[in-house]
Antibody
Framework: EVQLVESGGGLVQPGRSLRLSCAASGFTFDDHAMHWVRQAPGKGLEWVSGISGNSNNIGYADSLKGRFTISRDNAKNSLYLQMNSLRSEDTALYYC???????????????WGQGTLVTVSS | QLVLTQSPSASASLGASVKLTCTLSSGHSGYTIAWHKQQPQKGPRYLMNVKSDGSHDKGDGVPDRFSGSSSGAERYLTISSLQSEDEADYYC?????????FGGGTKLTVL
């Protein structure tokens, strides 16, 4: 059974940093791209970033480039999102999602986690 | 620019059928899309991929009541024999070079 479990969310002040993690199980982790998707309160889904199975290909939403960094540790079956210079508009539920294939921009997602809430507020 | 357009809301009666639409932007009518379902206070769940030829591949455990189809730049999700648990937000998704895109979502109300 595929499982994706996010952690690391919480309340953080504007301008500070936060690191999210996603623990994956139930599939061959390094065969699949992984993604972060966020959902602001009452809003729709927004793709944040994706990374290929071997980490060689990485993509970000244009609005986030430079502040967020995605990474993965295939030995630990884990995905990460380093978020710097956080703003109030980054407040959202952050989901980890599994790509159907190895490259992050050649397929959609076939499994999702339950999300971790990030609140940016003073 | 790769964009997906969905109607904000839809409604249908218990036991009836409903067809949700996702429209690809001009020049992208050949793209495959994915449908995802999100019930209140839950994470999204993958339903299926729908290709331009109308073929679709469903995710694990997705009931037969859910099916996909295509016409031109439009991709459809049809839900038959509507049940109360089908009340949810439905999102379409597609992908291109260096990008993943979601539609704005359709809120389905089961009357």
């Amino acid at each position: 059974e595929v499982q994706l479990v996010e952690s690391g969310g919480g309340l953080v002040q504007p301008g500070r940093s936060l690191r999210l993690s996603c623990a994956a199980s139930g599939f061959t982790f390094d065969d699949h791209a992984m993604h972060w998707v966020r959902q602001a309160p009452g809003k729709g889904l927004e793709w944040v970033s994706g990374i290929s199975g071997n980490s060689n290909n990485i993509g970000y939403a244009d609005s986030l480039k430079g502040r967020f960094t995605i990474s993965r540790d295939n030995a630990k079956n884990s995905l990460y999102l380093q978020m710097n210079s956080l703003r109030s508009e980054d407040t959202a539920l952050y989901y980890c999602a599994k790509g159907a294939y190895t490259f992050y921009d050649t397929s959609g997602f076939d499994y999702w986690g339950q999300g971790t809430l990030v609140t940016v507020s003073s | 620019q790769l964009v997906l357009t969905q109607s904000p809301s839809a409604s249908a009666s218990l036991g009836a059928s409903v067809k949700l639409t996702c429209t690809l932007s001009s020049g992208h009518s050949g793209y495959t899309i994915a449908w995802h379902k999100q019930q209140p206070q839950k994470g999204p769940r993958y339903l299926m991929n729908v290709k331009s030829d109308g073929s679709h591949d469903k995710g694990d455990g997705v009931p037969d009541r859910f099916s996909g189809s295509s016409s031109g730049a439009e991709r459809y999700l049809t839900i038959s024999s509507l049940q109360s648990e089908d009340e949810a937000d439905y999102y379409c998704q597609t992908w291109g070079t260096d990008i993943q895109v979601f539609g704005g979502g359709t809120k389905l109300t089961v009357l």
